[in-house]
């Protein structure tokens, strides 16, 4: 991963953080973000709002997606981690956001911050890319 990789998910873990300060529920806002037409810019190769910072990404959020404020959010390391974890899963595998998130759902990804974070993501990415293949195999073109 290049300088410019590891500064998007350090923003996106920091908006992820950044939705706790806001007060949204961390489950609706992580699938809101992930399936997000922002998210689809982060995938691509260039896009302007991979120049901006978490602040301008939450506000053009709020104005995408209907975000629900309430009493179940996240820890903010747990956010962040996340937030960074997707990101690295894109830059990994080149999946997009919206697959991301159906082979790494937001609880199954709140589990596996007690074991993965601060260690490298790149085994936690494959075994969960693995078990969900197994589970749901890609459709051979005929």
Not at 8 to 36: D, H, N, T, W
Not at 57 to 69: D, I, R, T, Y
Not at 92 to 111: C, D
Not at 123 to 131: A, G, I, L, Q, Y
Request: hydrophobic share 35%.
């Amino acid at each position: 991963m290049d300088k410019t990789e590891e500064k998007l998910c350090e923003v996106q873990g920091r908006l992820f953080a950044a939705s706790r300060e806001a007060g949204y529920e961390s489950e609706p806002f992580i699938k809101a973000f992930m399936r997000s037409c922002m998210a689809k810019g982060l995938d691509e190769n260039y896009n302007h709002l991979q120049w901006a910072g978490e602040e301008y990404l939450l506000e053009e959020l709020q104005g995408e997606a209907a975000l629900a404020e309430g009493d179940n959010i996240f820890e903010e390391e747990v956010l962040y981690w996340m937030g960074y974890a997707y990101r690295y899963w894109h830059f990994m595998t080149g999946e997009s956001s919206k697959i991301i998130l159906r082979m790494a759902p937001v609880p199954a990804m709140r589990r596996k911050y007690k074991k993965f974070h601060g260690l490298d993501l790149s085994p936690m990415v494959e075994k969960m890319r693995e078990s969900y293949l197994k589970k749901h195999p890609p459709k051979s073109k005929k």
